[in-house]
């Protein structure tokens, strides 16, 4: 079965710094990938979407690479803010509308 | 900004008994989908729904749940004879064209199962 694999412990950085988080999957091919923001007791909050035949997606301080090979996604989040402290979660869809999220890695920005 | 809607925000049932979480989605999207999310674990897909059809579900979704659009606006997941384990935060999600798009996920539902 599918496996998708996310940092457990958290991340924690300073203000003004790189976030980089990591998604690697196993026994998989899918068609997109998702990151997602998660405050405690709150629902997702989509974030970036990357296709299988993209290499990378920007959007504002967020960029998501995406590794077919490798089978890897990275999620960067530059001049972090402790505004950005969140849970963040990847997504893989195929294209009969079925989703696998990972557990999620918890960011800590400090000032 | 539209936004989906659910309710009750919490629910607390007696294990054996029916429950009916309610969904409101954002009114021109077309799919609509159920996950959960056990406590301190992660999201898990249970059920997509386009047409008036699931278009997929997970082995979570045995007999005991079942999905509806009873009218054009709601969407319902109801869990029958509820357990213990099905203690979780139920979120709703919706989007206009499918899987490839963004997901809007309701606030959730709380459920607890005594």
């Known amino acids: 079965s599918q496996k998708i694999e996310q940092n457990s412990e958290a991340l924690n950085i300073q203000e003004g710094k790189t976030a980089t988080l990591t998604c690697n999957y196993t026994n998989y091919s899918p068609a997109y990938l998702q990151w997602y923001r998660q405050d405690p007791g709150r629902g997702p909050v989509f974030l970036l979407l990357?296709?299988?035949?993209?290499k990378e997606k920007r959007k504002e301080r967020l960029k998501v690479t995406f590794d077919t090979t490798l089978k890897q996604s990275l999620f960067h989040i530059t001049a972090s803010q402790p505004a950005d402290s969140a849970t963040y979660l990847c997504?893989?869809?195929?294209?009969?509308?079925?989703?696998?999220f990972g557990s999620g890695t918890k960011l800590n920005v400090k000032p | 900004e539209p936004e989906v809607t659910q309710t009750p925000s919490h629910q607390v049932t007696q294990m054996g008994q029916e429950v009916i979480l309610r969904c409101v989605p954002i009114?021109?999207?077309?799919?609509f989908y159920w996950y959960r999310q056990i406590l301190g674990q992660k999201v898990e897909f249970l059920v997509s729904?386009?047409?008036?059809?699931?278009?997929?579900k997970s082995e979570i979704f045995d007999d005991q749940f079942s999905v509806e659009r009873p009218d054009g606006s709601n969407f319902t997941l109801k869990i029958r004879s509820t357990k213990l384990e099905d203690s979780a935060m139920y979120f709703c999600?919706?989007?206009?064209?499918?899987?490839?798009?963004?997901?809007?996920f309701g606030p959730g539902t709380r459920l607890l199962v005594l």
């Open positions: 997504a893989l869809g195929n294209n009969f509308n079925k989703f696998y």
């Open positions: 999600a919706s989007n206009v064209a499918g899987g490839d798009e963004t997901q809007y």
């Open positions: 009114s021109n999207h077309l799919y």
């Open positions: 990357i296709r299988e035949n993209e």
């Open positions: 729904f386009y047409n008036n059809e699931i278009s997929e």
